[in-house]
């Protein structure tokens, strides 16, 4: 395709082809660029200048920095927001994709009912809706007449009503647990597939030569579902990032801020105090440090699979 | 091409003054948080359809705001200019939050004539419906005083009837924690300082401030002062009761949570009350429950309570027309011969025109005259101080500080700063 | 596609040793397994119990609910919350959240199919630095654009209607990516010989390219189906209007400030889950193949 062309008639003829190419691909592009740049691209933009204003229901003036200055020295944005947003990625992350590799490994021999039972079970808390799952957590977790409690203490576990989502040393805990319970539903299915399409010869061949199921896990399915750990981290990360409904409808990020997430934080601070120009800085600062997450996860899959 | 394109345009812009012109048909938008019935679609589009019989020529479309994500709505209506005309909610929100944004419109022309009536009934209304210029922003309908509420059965039990005035529904501060230590020893959960958010939150800053008659802000509202002596001598009364386990801090739940609570027999006390809560947990009271209103503990016995307005504000929406229409549709629906009462009812609350005298003794919300007992209790409507959004957020904060062990003068001294910055 | 075509190879070297004597299951039968799977299955039934417990509440009146020991069947079940329920515009919060999710899936199926396709296929100007964009902005949280996204569907004059949630979702670059991976697996050789033979681009990208990436189109409808579903900041932003939220923001708001009535709030979370989860169960194999495809290619 790419050979060079020596004579004149040639080239041209490569020219009008080219001029062809430029305007079919603008033309199939368009349709998706246009929705594109309109509502990310555009917004995006306008997000980053709205930084740079103090931006409220009744001014708007350019103030430079300042709001990032003042995000630097918010105790709660950096003390609270920042690191309760990088405990849950960092608990999460991991946890997810351990559980749903062991779960995975576990049903993906089994027979194909049992399997897709299993499968299914698991990935129902995604369907069943964020709102949903979480309102009915939030009944279940109760101090009062929670279910949570009632089973415990008739179980002796406890002897008194532990307050789950009102004390801050159990809030977090709780709201990275409903958070694990919906988002290794995905990861479950994508490793059961991987796993299944692991080669067999390859582990018939290590099995007769005497390896331990661990050698052979490590040795030889590792390798191969590697694309597929990749894969879940990214999207787990980012969806660990953008956490939301679970906190504003569930602890409103208290008690005490100990729920207080960069998510929620900009929310508060744009829609309850209509400080948009402020917000619109902490999304900026949430956005870049995604990109870092990402970026490290990218490099570590080109070095992986290099 | 040029043409159509011409023509297009042209048609643009006469086809909808053409179809305004057709007829004098104006559309407006009433958006209503939940005061009382004003959410019960049937209600609301009862009194449109009786509107439309006096003025088939305004159509009024009506939305239902609710108080976790309402004023998300609002701010985001705001930003994109599509506001409603007439809204209907409190001074705090109408006066000091968007009145001052300059959202507002000025609506003195509807108290002309009413002015006096509603000064008759409580001159605090008047002067909450108004900003520091004297401009109105709000138009009242109703009033109320927010309580707090006791299950007499277990006070009996408990035998901490005697430390109440059953014939006035107030108690001392005293009187307060004998009750509550009874009920303590007797068993019960007395009751819970609820701040896992800000639903509610009226009824937490009536108990401090009541406690040694403290006062929640300077009397021109300018500024908090929590700081005060006798709110952190409350503050810290509260505290060592929570320590006692004479009374719970829940930093998970919120009013609602709190009232359900008391419904169903968890808890002795409530510390959100109103005629209106009473009507509709009526439902699902449990048997050991029977509720009993009472004005929150103060130290002298003459409690201060606080008051909840609730009016009409219009959205500056650039207009004429339509702002009218609303001004028509307010007026009639606050002040018509046959319309005023009803809509009054609805809410359950009490009417802010001395004129319209008691309206529910005979009706089926007989129970809630009684309520009209705590009406000469009502304070200072301190909820028009600016930052009110951030003060309300750093309140429930605070408490939760105070509540898991904080120092109280730290820690109220961080919540003034924060909440007076900026006023 | 290769993903899904192989049907389970491991299942089919079972059996061949299963007739030699050696089966894997048999072997398999250790304590860490038999352990593995209790504790499976007490997991399911965690997972399970949140969706039980809706269904049951929904059923339970608000007396049973709030009361301190909790009923795990209703004893007296009650249709009350569904009646306070069906007060509420609640069929149209459901339409509207079939309407949303449903255009966003339309949409950008068509607009991705078609992007995808010109990134793979096409070597326009341009062509790498558009592709390096999405890929960028594919990390972005969305979140962080809403308020001039706010502004922006103001501007539109389409703030307050489903459109306002639609279209940033068909905008959203996963669609494009996935679409280019899946259509660079179609032959140069189709496409050259379709050009050779007349065809216009119209009719080649309909003709040959479209059935040879459907499978990558179903993958990329469930997915913006559930996101669609499960995006509840952008819809909280966007929709005011009772008659135009969907059934994720009717629940939400079903809380007031002076009851919590969770007889009512499972009544709608029950609305807005079990029709979801019968689609899904029935749907169950397209499902699992669109999600795996979608990683596998993304």
């Not at chain 1, 050979?3 to 592009?29: C, D, H, T, W």
């Not at chain 2, 000091?96 to 509603?118: E, F, H, P, Q």
């Not at chain 2, 419906?129 to 401009?135: S, Y």
């Not at chain 3, 068909?170 to 496409?191: A, C, H, T």
């Given at each position: 395709?790419?050979?060079?062309?020596?004579?004149?008639?040639?080239?041209?003829?490569?020219?009008?082809?080219?001029?062809?190419?430029?305007?079919?691909?603008?033309?199939?592009?368009?349709?998706?660029?246009?929705?594109?740049?309109?509502?990310?691209?555009?917004?995006?933009?306008?997000?980053?200048?709205?930084?740079?204003?103090?931006?409220?229901?009744?001014?708007?003036?350019?103030?430079?920095?300042?709001?990032?200055?003042?995000?630097?020295?918010?105790?709660?944005?950096?003390?609270?927001?920042?690191?309760?947003?990088?405990?849950?990625?960092?608990?999460?992350?991991?946890?997810?994709?351990?559980?749903?590799?062991?779960?995975?490994?576990?049903?993906?021999?089994?027979?194909?009912?049992?399997?897709?039972?299993?499968?299914?079970?698991?990935?129902?808390?995604?369907?069943?809706?964020?709102?949903?799952?979480?309102?009915?957590?939030?009944?279940?977790?109760?101090?009062?007449?929670?279910?949570?409690?009632?089973?415990l203490?008739?179980?002796?576990?406890?002897?008194?009503?532990?307050?789950?989502?009102?004390?801050?040393?159990?809030?977090?805990?709780?709201?990275?647990?409903?958070?694990?319970?919906?988002?290794?539903?995905?990861?479950?299915?994508?490793?059961?597939?991987?796993?299944?399409?692991?080669?067999?010869?390859l582990?018939?061949?290590?099995?007769?030569?005497?390896?331990?199921?661990?050698?052979?896990?490590?040795?030889?399915?590792?390798?191969?579902?590697?694309?597929?750990?990749?894969?879940?981290?990214?999207?787990?990360?980012?969806?660990?990032?953008?956490?939301?409904?679970?906190?504003?409808?569930?602890?409103?990020?208290?008690?005490?801020?100990?729920?207080?997430?960069?998510?929620y934080?900009?929310?508060?601070?744009?829609?309850?105090?209509?400080?948009?120009?402020?917000?619109?800085?902490?999304?900026?600062?949430l956005?870049?440090?995604?990109?870092?997450?990402?970026?490290v996860?990218?490099?570590?899959?080109?070095?992986?699979?290099? | 091409?040029?043409?159509?394109?011409?023509?297009?345009?042209?048609?643009?812009?006469i086809?909808?003054?053409?179809?305004?012109?057709?007829?004098?048909?104006v559309?407006?938008?009433?958006?209503?948080?939940?005061?009382?019935?004003?959410?019960?679609?049937?209600?609301?589009?009862?009194?449109?359809?009786?509107?439309?019989?006096?003025h088939?020529?305004?159509?009024?479309?009506?939305?239902?705001?609710?108080?976790?994500?309402?004023?998300?709505?609002?701010?985001?209506?705001?930003?994109?200019?599509?506001?409603?005309?007439?809204?209907?909610?409190?001074?705090?929100?109408?006066?000091?939050?968007?009145?001052?944004?300059?959202?507002?419109?000025?609506?003195?022309?509807?108290?002309?004539?009413?002015?006096?009536?509603?000064?008759?009934?409580?001159?605090a209304?008047?002067?909450?419906?108004?900003?520091?210029?004297?401009?109105?922003?709000?138009?009242?309908?109703?009033?109320?005083?927010?309580?707090?509420?006791?299950?007499?059965?277990?006070?009996?039990?408990?035998?901490?009837?005697?430390?109440?005035?059953?014939?006035?529904?107030?108690?001392?501060?005293e009187?307060f924690i004998?009750?509550?230590?009874?009920?303590?020893?007797?068993?019960?959960?007395?009751?819970?300082?609820?701040?896992?958010?800000?639903?509610?939150?009226?009824?937490?800053?009536?108990?401090?401030?009541?406690?040694?008659?403290?006062?929640?802000?300077?009397?021109?509202?300018?500024?908090?002062?929590?700081?005060?002596?006798?709110?952190?001598?409350?503050?810290?009364?509260?505290?060592?009761?929570?320590n006692?386990?004479?009374?719970?801090?829940?930093?998970?739940?919120?009013?609602?949570?709190?009232?359900?609570?008391?419904?169903?027999?968890?808890?002795?006390?409530?510390?959100?009350?109103?005629?209106?809560?009473?009507?509709?947990?009526?439902?699902?009271?449990?048997?050991?429950?029977?509720p009993?209103?009472?004005?929150?503990?103060?130290?002298?016995?003459?409690?201060?309570?606080?008051?909840?307005?609730?009016?009409?504000?219009?959205?500056?929406?650039?207009?004429?027309?339509?702002?009218?229409?609303?001004?028509?549709?307010?007026?009639?629906?606050?002040?018509?011969?046959?319309?005023?009462?009803?809509?009054?009812?609805?809410?359950?609350?009490?009417?802010?025109?001395?004129?319209?005298?008691?309206?529910y003794?005979?009706?089926?919300?007989?129970?809630?005259?009684?309520?009209?007992?705590?009406?000469?209790?009502?304070?200072?409507?301190?909820?028009?101080?600016?930052?009110?959004?951030?003060?309300?957020?750093?309140?429930?904060?605070?408490?939760?500080?105070?509540?898991?062990?904080?120092?109280?003068?730290?820690?109220?001294?961080?919540?003034?700063?924060?909440?007076?910055?900026?006023? | 596609?290769?993903?899904?075509?192989?049907?389970?190879?491991?299942?089919?070297?079972?059996?061949?040793?299963?007739?030699?004597?050696?089966?894997?299951?048999?072997?398999?039968?250790?304590?860490?397994?038999?352990?593995?799977?209790?504790?499976?299955?007490?997991?399911?039934?965690?997972?399970?119990?949140?969706?039980?417990?809706?269904?049951?509440?929904?059923?339970?009146?608000?007396?049973?609910?709030?009361?301190?020991?909790?009923?795990?069947?209703?004893?007296?079940?009650?249709?009350?919350?569904?009646?306070?329920?069906?007060?509420?515009?609640?069929?149209?919060?459901?339409?509207?959240?079939?309407?949303?999710?449903?255009?966003?899936?339309?949409?950008?199926?068509?607009?991705?199919?078609?992007?995808?396709y010109?990134?793979?296929?096409?070597?326009?100007?341009?062509?790498?630095?558009?592709?390096?964009?999405?890929?960028?902005?594919?990390?972005?949280?969305?979140?962080?654009?809403?308020?001039?996204?706010?502004?922006?569907?103001?501007?539109?004059?389409?703030h307050?209607?489903?459109?306002?949630?639609i279209?940033?979702?068909?905008?959203?670059?996963?669609?494009?990516?996935?679409?280019?991976?899946?259509?660079?697996?179609?032959?140069?050789?189709?496409?050259?010989?379709?050009r050779?033979?007349?065809?216009?681009?119209?009719?080649?990208?309909?003709?040959?390219?479209?059935?040879?990436?459907?499978?990558?189109?179903?993958?990329l409808?469930?997915?913006?189906?559930?996101?669609?579903?499960?995006?509840?900041?952008?819809?909280?932003?966007?929709?005011?209007?009772?008659?135009?939220?969907?059934?994720?923001?009717?629940?939400?708001?079903?809380?007031?400030?002076?009851?919590?009535?969770?007889?009512?709030?499972?009544?709608?979370?029950?609305?807005?889950?079990?029709?979801?989860?019968?689609?899904?169960?029935?749907?169950?194999?397209?499902?699992?193949?669109?999600?795996?495809?979608?990683?596998?290619?993304?």
């Open positions: 395709m790419t050979v060079k062309a020596p004579s004149l008639a040639v080239s041209k003829a490569q020219k009008a082809q080219r001029r062809r190419e430029n305007i079919a691909g603008y033309i199939f592009m368009a349709p998706s660029l246009l929705f594109f740049l309109g509502f990310v691209i555009f917004p995006m933009g306008m997000c980053l200048v709205t930084s740079f204003f103090n931006y409220t229901m009744t001014d708007f003036s350019f103030i430079g920095f300042q709001n990032y200055a003042e995000l630097i020295h918010d105790s709660i944005f950096v003390n609270k927001a920042l690191i309760n947003t990088l405990i849950i990625v960092v608990l999460s992350v991991p946890v997810t994709c351990i559980f749903s590799l062991w779960v995975a490994s576990l049903i993906y021999k089994m027979r194909e009912v049992h399997t897709s039972f299993f499968r299914c079970v698991f990935y129902l808390p995604v369907v069943t809706g964020s709102v949903a799952v979480t309102v009915v957590w939030k009944w279940i977790f109760n101090n009062y007449y929670g279910i949570l409690n009632y089973l203490k008739n179980l002796g576990l406890i002897t008194m009503n532990q307050n789950w989502l009102g004390s801050a040393n159990t809030a977090l805990g709780c709201i990275i647990m409903i958070l694990l319970t919906t988002s290794v539903g995905q990861p479950i299915v994508l490793y059961v597939s991987a796993l299944s399409n692991v080669d067999g010869s582990v018939e061949a290590a099995s007769v030569d005497g390896a331990t199921n661990l050698q052979v896990f490590w040795k030889i399915k590792w390798p191969q579902i590697m694309p597929t750990t990749l894969y879940i981290l990214v999207i787990t990360t980012i969806n660990s990032f953008q956490c939301f409904a679970l906190i504003q409808l569930l602890t409103s990020g208290g008690p005490n801020n100990s729920t207080q997430t960069i998510m934080y900009i929310y508060y601070n744009a829609f309850k105090l209509n400080r948009y120009g402020y917000g619109s800085a902490m999304g900026i600062i956005a870049i440090i995604i990109g870092i997450f990402s970026a996860q990218f490099r570590l899959a080109r070095t992986d699979n290099g | 091409m040029k043409k159509l394109l011409a023509l297009l345009l042209c048609m643009m812009l086809v909808p003054s053409a179809l305004a012109l057709a007829d004098d048909q559309t407006i938008t009433l958006w209503t948080y939940p005061i009382g019935s004003w959410v019960d679609d049937t209600t609301v589009k009862g009194f449109i359809d009786s509107f439309n019989a006096v088939p020529e305004i159509k009024v479309n009506v939305q239902y705001l609710d108080y976790s994500s309402g004023d998300d709505q609002v701010t985001g209506a705001i930003e994109a200019k599509t506001t409603p005309d007439i809204i209907f909610e409190g001074p705090e929100r109408l006066v000091a939050n968007w009145g001052a944004a300059g959202k507002m419109l000025d609506i003195s022309d509807l108290w002309a004539d009413t002015k006096d009536d509603i000064v008759a009934a409580s001159p209304v008047e002067a909450a419906c108004k900003n520091a210029e004297g401009i109105y922003y709000e138009y009242p309908l109703c009033m109320t005083t927010h309580t707090m509420v006791i299950n007499k059965q277990y006070f009996e039990k408990a035998d901490a009837l005697q430390y109440i005035d059953e014939e006035t529904h107030t108690w001392t501060t009187n004998k009750a509550c230590k009874a009920l303590q020893a007797a068993g019960y959960i007395p009751g819970v300082i609820y701040c896992g958010g800000q639903g509610g939150d009226q009824g937490t800053r009536a108990l401090v401030t009541n406690l040694y008659s403290g006062k929640f802000t300077n009397a021109d509202h300018t500024a908090y002062t929590m700081d005060s002596a006798e709110n952190i001598q409350a503050l810290t009364q509260l505290q060592t009761m929570v006692e386990g004479s009374l719970t801090a829940d930093p998970g739940i919120v009013a609602g949570d709190e009232i359900a609570l008391f419904c169903n027999g968890t808890i002795a006390m409530g510390f959100c009350w109103n005629a209106s809560a009473a009507v509709s947990n009526k439902a699902s009271m449990q048997e050991t429950v029977t009993f209103p009472m004005a929150f503990p103060s130290d002298d016995g003459v409690p201060e309570l606080q008051g909840g307005i609730w009016g009409f504000g219009l959205f500056d929406n650039g207009d004429e027309a339509r702002a009218n229409a609303a001004k028509t549709f307010v007026k009639w629906v606050c002040d018509d011969a046959n319309q005023a009462v009803p809509s009054v009812y609805a809410t359950g609350f009490f009417p802010t025109r001395a004129s319209l005298g008691d309206i003794t005979g009706t089926e919300k007989e129970d809630n005259a009684a309520f009209s007992l705590f009406m000469p209790y009502l304070g200072d409507y301190y909820q028009v101080t600016g930052n009110w959004a951030v003060q309300r957020t750093e309140w429930w904060n605070l408490l939760q500080r105070i509540f898991s062990g904080g120092n109280v003068e730290a820690e109220v001294a961080t919540y003034v700063t924060n909440s007076n910055s900026g006023i | 596609m290769q993903a899904t075509t192989t049907s389970n190879p491991h299942r089919k070297m079972k059996v061949q040793r299963g007739d030699i004597g050696s089966d894997h299951s048999v072997q398999a039968l250790t304590p860490y397994k038999v352990i593995g799977v209790i504790l499976l299955i007490i997991l399911a039934l965690l997972f399970l119990f949140p969706l039980y417990w809706i269904i049951t509440g929904s059923f339970k009146s608000p007396q049973v609910i709030n009361a301190a020991t909790p009923q795990w069947f209703p004893l007296e079940p009650t249709i009350s919350n569904y009646q306070r329920l069906f007060e509420k515009p609640a069929m149209a919060w459901v339409w509207n959240t079939v309407f949303m999710c449903v255009m966003s899936m339309i949409l950008t199926c068509i607009t991705a199919s078609m992007g995808g010109a990134l793979a296929k096409k070597r326009f100007t341009g062509n790498k630095l558009i592709f390096s964009i999405f890929i960028i902005a594919m990390a972005l949280p969305k979140q962080v654009i809403l308020i001039p996204l706010l502004k922006e569907m103001a501007w539109l004059k389409i307050n209607t489903l459109w306002a949630v279209l940033p979702t068909v905008g959203w670059p996963f669609g494009v990516f996935l679409m280019k991976q899946f259509s660079e697996n179609v032959p140069n050789e189709l496409l050259e010989a379709a050779i033979d007349g065809a216009g681009e119209t009719r080649t990208f309909l003709e040959i390219v479209l059935p040879l990436i459907s499978p990558g189109i179903g993958a409808a469930i997915f913006t189906f559930i996101n669609a579903w499960n995006d509840y900041f952008l819809q909280l932003i966007m929709l005011n209007d009772t008659q135009v939220l969907t059934i994720s923001l009717g629940i939400a708001k079903l809380q007031s400030e002076l009851s919590t009535d969770f007889g009512l709030i499972m009544a709608g979370a029950a609305l807005g889950s079990v029709p979801i989860i019968i689609i899904f169960l029935i749907f169950q194999k397209f499902f699992t193949r669109g999600i795996t495809m979608g990683a596998v290619k993304g």
